[in-house]
């Protein structure tokens, strides 16, 4: 402890940039980002001289595109701040919504938390440390390194998903009134702490429910309060609702529970995602105390012996997985950027996400309540448990993982289960009971990878089965299963069991679902009819509901020293075929996101196959080469895609001929989408873009998004073959390029992630490789 002692006192004669922070009487409650001012370094201890500038979120290293050996360490950081008129009758607090994974903290020279975890949040009350009138300083000491007593506690060598440090999530400065509404984690009470909402009993004619306010009186003085909770809809009617008086006594807490009825309410779904706004106001007499507002939305979710409902409509849950990783900066990604991510998935079909294998950022959260995704929410674990404190650990996570996102429509399904680990007794009732204490209603599902009664959803892996049926055959008492992992592992060790002939002449790295885009045509187009293959055949289960395929984005992992390729899009989130496998399995006139569509699964250049797969969602397709019909067909089915609702059609072209393929796609004879493709010429230009999915680029926010630079021809045609390298510039020094400069294009993208930090009257990117001509692109605000 000395060291920091000496280090905080050292740092007296320091000129550091700082931040004040301001709060006074009238004001209610404050919420600031906390991520500016920042220093970091690495190290067991700290050196003074090797203070770096920064701004959450953060990782504490910036790694090469395939990660080898993962950095893992001490890292440091500290921020300077003051806080304007601190009164005694106001609460301060910091909150951490992530931060990876062993965390102590000090102020003025003062500890205050160690917190073990690093995916779900923490808050630090810091009203008794803080000074009134000077600057005040936070020193915080992080460790990301092996830890098996903190889930998921797989040693990172042997881990199928790296763990980044740093303080990779958003924090926040927080000032209260001595009376307030806590934060339901840091309360740590079960069925308590903070806002809670939860509706009984849905219909399109009226919801009622519950809704819960539990407050804190930290002042001297009984305080008599009521709350008034006013729910506001999408077109802004709203409806009040007040509570009785109760007393208050000083230095105590009281959960508030209101009964709650909403006639006509509008019904959250993937279709229609629809979220009430809810202000909660603490009101004493003539004064209002305390207001928090949230957002949260009405759905009614049932698992019985039919199936799966939502607001009483029976429906096939289709997803995917996903981890949070981003290329080079590992977790510390942007709000917009997990918005992005969110945004892709939908794009891409599903109705669903798991989170793989942890919770996600609370950015992400909102974005699958705002754009209509199912998740099924997971505590930390993979292949891992060991008796004692990881245990206790573990218990904890499910109770804050709980706290942290029960207002959260979109979580249909609790993952209180340590993914494909050996679970003894009594970690499986134990988890479950959990749940129910925290969360004791009814439409509550609990799910685990263990077939074990304890659980309300059997939620295996497709390659925990065996070929041919896998769980197409299962049938337990009328139990129910999600296929919460497929189309990747069984491929990989040959046992798909469905279409071995298929296999014969292929070599064992074209047989497997792992595919770069940099593997060309035809291993990206046997991925694709492996994800197919798996789909159908999932559907053959009269019990199971829904299934989430592996998975949406490519990865780094701890044991490997590959990109883990399974992916429908790739690392920089740029779609592979099989993306367009899983949009073409979606109605096309379900939502806004997925409409009628044709693509053409094909470079059609000289090593093309001639057997042309089309993905689509429409009746019928015409395939056209230069102008002449090769065929106008209905989708043929077979044993692989006997189940599917909108199969794949395949055409037979009898020889390659240079020029330009053209796809129409009709419904009910009608016209409704078309796709074209030209054999590529000599690669001449790029063209520049960048990836916005439904998020503008948000300058001064830390917002990261990819620039892609496209090989193209002078039809703009994509060169997929071309491997060029390509040096990125930038007109401004408030962007910096984050990972290499120049990159190698893959299968003729060259990407890189940049990073905005302060605000600008916009900026230009430039993209150079030789040979080729470009112009610049502009990214304004």
């Given at each position: ?10 740092l ?18 404050e ?43 001490i ?6 701040f ?17 931060v990876?994974?062993e ?27 803080i000074?009134?009138h000077?600057y ?57 702490g ?20 539990h ?22 009617d ?70 799966f ?25 942007s ?68 706290r ?7 979580v249909i399904?609790?993952e ?14 134990e ?56 189309g ?73 020293d ?8 790739d ?35 000289e ?5 042309v797969?089309?993905f ?89 998004v ?42 003729g ?13 916009g ?9 080729l ?9």
């Amino acid at each position: 402890m000395k060291q920091y002692q000496i280090y905080i006192l050292f740092l007296l004669g320091l000129s550091l940039t700082a931040c004040s922070l301001s709060s006074d009487d009238g004001l209610l409650r404050e919420k600031i980002n906390f991520g500016d001012n920042w220093f970091f370094q690495k190290g067991d201890s700290v050196n003074v001289q090797n203070w770096k500038p920064i701004r959450l979120p953060h990782t504490a290293n910036i790694e090469p595109l395939v990660v080898n050996n993962q950095w893992q360490g001490i890292s440091w950081y500290k921020k300077e701040f003051k806080i304007e008129n601190k009164n005694t009758n106001r609460k301060h607090f910091i909150y951490f919504e992530g931060v990876m994974q062993e965390t102590d903290v000090w102020l003025n020279g003062e500890k205050l938390a160690n917190h073990k975890g690093g995916y779900l949040p923490f808050t630090l009350d810091i009203t008794e440390a803080i000074h009134g009138h000077d600057y005040n300083e936070i020193l915080i000491r992080v460790d990301n390194q092996d830890n098996s007593e903190i889930p998921p506690g797989k040693a990172l060598n042997d881990l199928d998903f790296n763990m980044y440090g740093g303080i990779y999530r958003n924090a926040y400065y927080i000032s209260t009134n001595e009376v307030y509404i806590t934060d339901a984690v840091h309360a740590n009470i079960p069925n308590s702490g903070g806002l809670l909402v939860h509706f009984n009993d849905v219909s399109e004619k009226v919801a009622s429910g519950i809704f819960k306010t539990h407050i804190q009186n930290d002042s001297e003085i009984e305080k008599s309060i009521k709350t008034v909770v006013n729910f506001t809809n999408s077109i802004g009617d709203s409806i009040m609702f007040e509570s009785r008086e109760v007393m208050l006594k000083p230095k105590s807490n009281q959960n508030i529970e209101q009964f709650i009825t909403i006639e006509n309410p509008k019904l959250w779904s993937p279709e229609s995602p629809e979220l009430y706004k809810v202000s909660v106001e603490i009101v004493s007499g003539a004064n209002i105390l305390d207001v928090q507002t949230i957002k949260t939305g009405i759905r009614k979710v049932e698992i019985n012996k039919d199936g799966f409902f939502l607001n009483g409509k029976q429906r096939f849950i289709n997803g995917t997985n996903r981890h949070q990783e981003y290329p080079y900066v590992g977790y510390a990604i942007s709000d917009n950027a997990n918005y992005r991510d969110a945004y892709k998935i939908k794009q891409a079909g599903f109705d669903f996400v798991r989170l793989s294998h942890y919770p996600h950022s609370e950015s992400f959260m909102d974005a699958c309540d705002e754009l209509g995704l199912m998740v099924m929410d997971c505590i930390p674990g993979w292949q891992y448990s060991e008796p004692g404190e990881f245990i206790e650990n573990s218990y904890q996570n499910i109770r804050d993982m709980v706290r942290r996102d029960r207002n959260h429509p979109s979580v249909i399904i609790w993952e209180n289960s340590l993914n494909e680990s050996w679970m003894k007794d009594p970690y499986i009732p134990e988890a479950n009971k959990i749940l129910d204490e925290e969360l004791p209603y009814g439409n509550i599902y609990s799910a685990g990878w263990a077939d074990h009664p304890s659980y309300d959803l059997f939620i295996p892996a497709r390659q925990h089965s065996k070929a041919p049926d896998y769980w197409s055959q299962y049938d337990k008492n009328g139990r129910k299963i999600l296929i919460a992992e497929y189309g990747d592992w069984e491929y990989y060790a040959h046992n798909a069991g469905f279409n071995q002939k298929a296999f014969k002449g292929l070599k064992e790295e074209e047989r497997t679902s792992r595919q770069l885009r940099a593997h060309g045509e035809k291993r990206l187009l046997q991925q694709a009819f492996n994800y197919q293959e798996a789909f159908n055949s999932n559907l053959k289960g009269e019990h199971t509901i829904g299934h989430a395929n592996w998975l949406v984005f490519d990865y780094n992992r701890g044991y490997s020293d590959d990109i883990e390729s399974s992916g429908i899009s790739d690392i920089f989130r740029i779609p592979k075929f099989s993306y367009y496998f899983y949009q073409s399995q979606k109605p096309p006139f379900q939502d806004s996101f997925t409409g009628p569509l044709v693509f053409i699964a094909n470079y059609w250049q000289e090593n093309s196959t001639t057997d042309v797969t089309v993905f689509s969602n429409c009746d019928e397709v015409a395939l056209y080469l230069n102008g002449e019909k090769i065929e106008h067909k209905k989708p043929s089915r077979d044993a692989f895609s006997d189940e599917l609702e909108y199969p794949p059609f395949v055409f037979g072209i009898s020889k390659f001929e240079v020029g330009k393929l053209e796809a129409i796609g009709f419904i009910n004879g009608k016209e409704v989408a078309k796709h074209t493709l030209s054999t590529p010429a000599e690669a001449t230009k790029i063209e520049l873009s960048y990836d916005i999915s439904g998020k503008p680029l948000e300058q001064g926010t830390n917002d990261i998004v990819f620039v892609y630079a496209k090989i193209v021809d002078d039809e703009g045609n994509l060169v997929s073959n071309a491997v060029k390298k390509v040096q990125f510039n930038i007109d401004t020094d408030v962007v910096e390029i984050i990972g290499g400069n120049p990159v190698d294009s893959e299968a003729g993208i060259a990407t890189i992630l940049i990073k905005v930090y302060a605000k600008s009257k916009g900026f230009s990117i430039e993209a150079k490789s030789e040979g080729l001509t470009s112009e610049p692109l502009k990214l304004m605000n």
